[in-house]
């Protein structure tokens, strides 16, 4: 199968319930912000300038756990900011793990490891050695690092476990030189890489998160699926990357650049996907085949927000994911109060302005699990696409030159930087902006004081 079977089994039971209840909206992926601090300042995310002002606040365990039973999604994808920098984010992932929700850790990959040597300690025993000698000789840990394992884990506190239910989800937006520049890093497409390894040498599920821009060039996504398909990622999600209000202050106040000259409209949006069903044919990509025929513009689909809500530190937010209209108190309340029909494109026609050039996974793959705008042989489309067998992984991934930014002396802090002709796909002049990146622990240019509290946890030893 292309997806594990209880996994499928527990979304296609939560839908036709609802459905047998005529429930007009339900939730089917939570989007869970527990805060909102990160470690970096990537190019098209709008969270830096929109929770500038709420940077130290987090929700708590209980209110996290308290929203996942509230709108019952089968699936929460804990994200924010940056999920790992949360200091509660084991006692999370088991919590949703023990109410029975598949868990996506939607993370940048910076703090992976960290996790899973914690892992690892907590688990320890002689068995392990030829596991952590592996690792070593990979130079996924370190000889320190290994000591430290072997001493063992003591402080009681829960680990992030692989399990069939739960995914990292690691955000990576092309290759090396291509998504160091978009994260504003060196060296994160790499660490990346190395957390991928090493999670699927300990038997994690491990899916990558991918946001396409004008700028993007669609062979190199491609090579970018076949570098993972030949690691063994369990899968891959990808979504157009369009202008909503958020991301384009960002764009504009602290990058000093065009939104149109990094966002995509929707006629863009459907050329970058032109080729999505061949992909699907040959990855593992996350998002329903009619989903995929509506951002490779054979169809139209009506915007079905409600199903993936948002809830942070701020409440219920609305209408969806990437806009803000408001915050409620409860999910149910955002359902009755908030006015669905101004919002999405229907028959190519905006019912807000905001919402004319996008085509996201969060407002439209739903639509395709749910038979909005259903056409015949829909349902079998999504059966028999779900129950495939699992693409082989790639053999010409082995061959792709990933490593194709500072790795090689190609990265944006070199020569390279402000040059339009290095000569690597992808790595666009619209990738590049104003602006000095320290070479150390800072993320971007923009002010890191909020988040020095939260990141310091991390680093401490526990």
Sequence with gaps: MRFPLALTVKIARHIIKHKLRRTPRFALVLQLEPLHTCNLTCTGCGRIREYSTSLKDMMSLEDCLASAEECDAPMVSVCGGEP???????????????QGRIVYICTNGVFMRKKMRDYLAATYSASQEPTLTRLIQEKLITDKEAEAIRKGKTDGRPVISPSTW?????????????????????GVFKECVEAIKMAKILGYQVATNTTVYRETDAREIEEMFQFFSSMNVDGHTISPGYDYDA???DMVQRLGRKPEEFFLTRAMTIEKFARIQDWAEKFTIFGTPVYQEFLSGKRDLSCTAWAIPTRNIRGWKAPCYLMTDGHYAGYHEMLEKVDWSKYGVEKGVA?????ENCMVHCGYDPSGALGTNYQSGDNWKNFKYNFAPRPAPSVEGSKVKAYNGVSIGKGHMSGARNSATAGLNGA?????????????????S???SQRDDLLAKIRSPR
């Design 166 to 186: 739960m995914y990292w989800n690691v955000h990576v937006d092309g290759l090396e030189y291509t998504h160091d520049l978009i994260v504003e890093r060196e």
């Design 446 to 448: 923009g002010d890191t």
């Design 247 to 249: 991301a384009k202050k």
């Design 428 to 444: 666009k002049s619209a990738f590049q902006h104003n602006g000095d990146h320290d070479h150390g622990g800072g993320c971007g």
């Design 84 to 98: 790992l920098i949360y200091p509660k984010i084991e006692e999370l992932t088991v919590g949703l793990l023990e």
């Design 351 to 355: 019912r807000d302005s905001r919402c």
